[in-house]
């Protein structure tokens, strides 16, 4: 039969597959095709392996034949960010100085997907090091929004955003550190998950600043995202962050059992923080529209304060930097990284390798991470973050007693167009809406709401749960995608 996989689902190819309806080769291949067709004006795929993935595709056909699947999901490709280390798969970053690694083991969420029979499916394109807004940060390449090519994805997971809008891949990994998920999945028009800190294992995961990272789906469908949260979360020894949780799983189960319920019950915070900030009128306008759907569906909405929230994103850019000045010093071509052949002694080794080898937003945050660590500062600027970032904690703790979840917009605006923001201050501004997230470890979801009247973009909305309250923030993210005005989100493409 002839696949569309445009706008397939994950759940959908499940059922195809064990109906018998496609073989994993022939999904598979359809996707291949489809990258084919539409990579070359997204530009999402740094790489993407033909033989790899088709050679994965028919050793699950095999099991599937024999009646030993590994799992529903067997022969499902899933795309990686290229910060998520894969066996036999070059890791570079989206940076130069990383361009020859070929990773030698698989992430802890890789081996995980492989174990349940998915296929990764080649290398997602993102913001150096994952430094950025609008995967123009890039060595490489500059992804498009599939809605607009002359739009930025967002970032820094803007490949892995973009792919699955334009149904190059159902669903994909990316990282949140500061809103890399959640803000180019709100660009783009699909579900992104920013997981509790410690829900998801960071093995593998090419570090920027570990206390913030974390790895979360990209797909089409709530449900989606939560077969593969179900997938990759739990508690993993390689990772001392990990949360000793012996149960992460059962978020697609509470996806389908709030289908057909209603939200009564469920009291809704909206933070006064969030709604006094300038965002555009269509976000204004996508933001009200799901408040209302979520009225009609009986939740209660009540108004909280996170009075810390003016200084999140100053707290953010301390605590990032540094510790990604800290995790980068490694890259020095000695160590790790590509060394610069021109070099002839030591000194230039370090100057010349990370003078060539790291973009400017790289050198940039570098610089300044190195700034606030260095003797003098460290307790002027990293040690005062560190208490307002707990100041920040305790005010989600506080709105939590008061409501189950928090909603919020996203981003201030749709998606911008490319070189529109030059000042990186403005860059950063973007992500105001959902670094506070990151700062307190919480769960979060970003889902599409509505399209922009003028533009025709996407608006997001993020929901926002205490820790590891994934079920509820779940359960509620998906009884709302059913009842929006818009129930699909497809660009032109």
Same mark, same amino acid.
């Given at each position: 039969?002839?696949?569309?996989?445009?706008?397939?689902?994950?759940?959908?190819?499940?059922?195809?597959?064990?109906?018998?309806?496609?073989?994993?080769?022939?999904?598979?291949?359809?996707?291949?095709?489809?990258?084919?067709?539409?990579? @070359?004006?997204?530009?999402? +795929?740094?790489?993407?392996?033909?033989?790899?993935?088709?050679?994965?595709?028919?050793?699950?056909?095999?099991?599937?034949?024999?009646?030993?699947?590994?799992?529903?999901?067997?022969?499902?490709?899933?795309?990686?960010?290229?910060?998520?280390?894969? #066996?036999?798969e070059?890791?570079?970053c989206?940076?130069?100085?990383l361009?020859?690694?070929?990773?030698?083991?698989?992430?802890?969420?890789?081996?995980?997907?492989? %174990?349940?029979?998915?296929?990764?499916?080649g290398?997602?394109?993102?913001?150096?090091? #994952?430094?950025?807004?609008?995967?123009?940060?890039?060595?490489?390449?500059?992804?498009?929004n599939?809605?607009?090519?002359?739009?930025?994805? @967002? @970032?820094?997971?803007?490949?892995?955003?973009?792919?699955?809008?334009? @149904?190059?891949?159902?669903?994909?990994?990316? =990282?949140?550190?500061?809103? =890399?998920?959640?803000?180019?999945?709100?660009?783009?028009?699909?579900?992104? *998950?920013?997981?509790?800190?410690?829900?998801?294992?960071?093995? !593998?995961?090419?570090?920027?600043?570990?206390?913030?990272?974390?790895?979360?789906?990209?797909?089409?469908?709530?449900?989606?995202?939560?077969?593969?949260?179900?997938?990759?979360?739990?508690?993993?020894?390689?990772?001392?962050?990990?949360?000793?949780?012996?149960?992460?799983?059962?978020?697609?189960?509470?996806?389908?059992?709030?289908?057909?319920?209603?939200?009564?019950?469920?009291?809704?915070?909206?933070?006064?923080?969030? +709604?006094?900030s300038?965002?555009?009128?269509?976000?204004?306008? !996508?933001?009200?529209?799901?408040?209302?759907?979520?009225?009609?569906?009986?939740?209660?909405?009540?108004? *909280?304060?996170?009075?810390?929230?003016?200084?999140?994103?100053?707290?953010?850019? $301390?605590i990032?930097?540094?510790?990604?000045?800290?995790?980068? %010093?490694?890259?020095?071509?000695?160590?790790?990284?590509?060394?610069?052949?021109?070099?002839?002694?030591?000194?230039?080794?370090?100057?010349?390798?990370?003078?060539?080898g790291?973009?400017?937003?790289?050198?940039?945050? $570098?610089?300044?991470?190195t700034?606030?660590?260095? =003797?003098?500062?460290?307790?002027? +600027?990293?040690?005062?973050?560190?208490? *307002?970032?707990?100041?920040?904690?305790?005010?989600?703790?506080? %709105?939590?007693?008061?409501?189950?979840?928090?909603?919020?917009?996203?981003?201030?605006?749709?998606? /911008?167009? +490319?070189?529109?923001?030059?000042?990186?201050?403005?860059?950063?501004?973007?992500?105001?809406y959902?670094?506070?997230?990151?700062?307190?470890?919480?769960c979060? $979801?970003?889902?599409?709401?509505?399209?922009?009247?003028?533009?025709?973009?996407?608006? !997001? $909305?993020?929901?926002?749960?205490?820790?590891?309250?994934?079920?509820?923030?779940?359960? *509620?993210?998906?009884?709302?995608?059913?009842?929006r005005?818009?129930?699909? /989100?497809?660009?032109?493409?």
């Amino acid at each position: 039969m002839s696949i569309e996989v445009k706008t397939l689902t994950v759940a959908e190819a499940a059922a195809l597959l064990a109906a018998g309806k496609v073989t994993a080769a022939q999904l598979c291949r359809a996707y291949l095709d489809r990258v084919q067709t539409v990579d @070359g004006s997204v530009k999402a +795929f740094l790489k993407c392996d033909a033989e790899r993935i088709m050679a994965a595709a028919e050793a699950a056909d095999q099991r599937r034949a024999a009646g030993t699947p590994r799992s529903p999901y067997d022969g499902i490709p899933v795309g990686i960010k290229d910060c998520i280390v894969t #066996a036999g798969e070059t890791c570079s970053c989206a940076s130069k100085i990383l361009a020859p690694v070929v990773s030698p083991y698989d992430a802890t969420v890789v081996a995980r997907l492989k %174990a349940a029979g998915f296929i990764p499916m080649g290398r997602l394109n993102m913001d150096e090091f #994952a430094m950025g807004s609008s995967t123009e940060n890039s060595a490489y390449q500059r992804t498009a929004n599939p809605w607009d090519i002359t739009r930025v994805p @967002g @970032g820094s997971s803007g490949g892995s955003a973009a792919a699955v809008a334009a @149904g190059e891949v159902a669903v994909a990994l990316g =990282s949140d550190t500061g809103g =890399s998920i959640r803000q180019p999945a709100a660009f783009c028009g699909v579900v992104g *998950v920013k997981p509790t800190y410690g829900r998801v294992s960071r093995y !593998g995961l090419v570090a920027f600043a570990s206390s913030l990272d974390q790895i979360g789906p990209l797909a089409h469908t709530v449900e989606d995202a939560a077969i593969i949260l179900d997938t990759i979360g739990g508690h993993d020894p390689r990772d001392c962050t990990s949360l000793p949780e012996p149960d992460c799983g059962g978020l697609a189960a509470a996806v389908a059992a709030a289908r057909n319920g209603d939200l009564k019950g469920v009291k809704i915070g909206l933070p006064e923080e969030y +709604f006094a900030s300038e965002s555009s009128a269509g976000v204004k306008a !996508g933001v009200e529209a799901a408040i209302a759907v979520m009225k009609e569906l009986g939740a209660e909405f009540v108004s *909280v304060s996170l009075p810390h929230t003016k200084y999140a994103v100053a707290t953010y850019y $301390i605590i990032a930097t540094a510790e990604a000045s800290t995790n980068l %010093a490694r890259f020095d071509g000695i160590r790790y990284g590509a060394r610069d052949q021109e070099a002839q002694d030591l000194t230039e080794v370090y100057f010349k390798t990370r003078g060539h080898g790291f973009g400017d937003e790289v050198k940039r945050r $570098i610089i300044l991470g190195t700034y606030v660590l260095s =003797s003098g500062y460290y307790d002027a +600027f990293y040690l005062r973050a560190q208490k *307002v970032r707990t100041l920040i904690r305790r005010d989600f703790e506080a %709105a939590f007693r008061q409501c189950d979840l928090l909603l919020t917009p996203v981003t201030p605006t749709t998606a /911008f167009r +490319f070189g529109e923001k030059k000042d990186p201050l403005q860059m950063y501004l973007a992500d105001i809406y959902t670094i506070a997230l990151n700062l307190s470890g919480n769960c979060g $979801i970003s889902i599409p709401a509505a399209l922009e009247a003028d533009s025709g973009m996407p608006v !997001g $909305i993020q929901l926002i749960g205490p820790a590891l309250a994934e079920k509820q923030l779940f359960a *509620v993210a998906a009884r709302f995608e059913q009842a929006r005005k818009e129930q699909v /989100f497809t660009p032109a493409l």
